[in-house]
Each structure stands twice: as C-alpha cells, then as structure tokens.
C-alpha cells in the first residue's frame, strides 16, 4: 500500500495557517470596534494662550479685543531718515601694491577698511599716506573714489 499524501507536518501547518488567519480576523474586529468608540471630537486637544493642554475649547467670548479699523495700518511703515555722513572721509593708506595697483585704506573713524584701485586715485599713494576720500558702493562691497593726499 502506498503512503498517504497528507503527512503529520502537512497538517501542522494547515492548522498553523488556520489559526493566523483567525487571530488576523480577530484583531481587524477588535480594531474596528476601537473605531468606533473614538471619534474626532475625543481626539481634539486645546492649547490656552499660556501653552497649558485641555479637552474644552476655549471660550471665545472671554478677554476679547476691541480694534478699531483706523488703528489698523496696511504697508511699510516710512523709514526713518539716517542722519547724513559727511560724504568726504579721512583716513590712512594701510597697503597699496603699485605693481598691481589697488589697495586699501583704514578708515579714521569708523577702522573700517576700504577697497581703493589706481583709477581712483589723483595722484601717487604709498603706505602710512593719510588720505581723503569718497565712497561709493562697487560690485563687492564699498570703495574709496576721489582720493586726495593730505
């Protein structure tokens, strides 16, 4: 006689399979119930203006402001005019590269240092030169034009 087809492990397995698939359908159901006993409004959190956590809304009506519409300004508030440097400015010749031709001054009141090129200049500078100047705004920064030696 010849061996039946369905062995021991064959129906420990099919029992195994049996019984996920049960314990599946279990938990879908009991997740299904959960479902529905939480609804949006028992998952709704409040924050105060103090940052406190609750589950009441806050009551609108409480510590209401009143604001009139003429207090309400729409725009750019105007800038506040900078009072106006003296366009000429000291300083001293920190380096200059006459080979190259630039180089920089420190300003005298500020210690700010400025870019200065050969073509800005009306006569020969070198090092420890003090110097009188104008700025003007160049492609990386401001820059030391008209420069005059005192």
């Keep these: 006689m010849g061996k039946s087809q ?5 129906k420990e397995k099919e029992k195994k ?3 996920k698939r049960q314990e599946k359908e279990a938990r879908k159901l009991a997740r299904k119930e959960e479902e529905k006993d939480s609804s949006l409004d028992s998952m709704m959190a409040y924050v105060d203006e103090f940052g406190n956590i609750s589950d ?7 510590k209401k402001k009143v604001i009139k519409a003429e207090n309400i300004v729409i725009g750019v508030p105007a800038r506040e005019a900078e009072p106006e440097m003296d366009p000429i400015r000291k300083g001293v010749v920190e380096f200059f590269n006459t ?3 630039f180089g920089f001054i420190k300003d005298n009141e500020n210690e700010e240092k400025y870019f200065v ?16 100047y104008e700025l003007e705004q160049g492609m990386k920064g401001l820059n030391a034009v008209r420069v005059v030696k005192l």
Excluded: A, F, M
């Excluded at 369905?6 to 064959?10: C, D, I, V």
């Excluded at 009441?56 to 409480?62: S, V």
């Design 56 to 62: 009441t809304p806050p009551d609108p009506t409480k």
């Design 6 to 10: 369905e062995t021991y492990n064959k």
């Design 117 to 132: 090129h050969v073509s800005s200049l009306s006569e020969e500078i070198t090092e420890n030169d003090k110097v009188q």
């Design 99 to 101: 080979e190259k031709g």
């Design 17 to 19: 399979k049996l019984k």
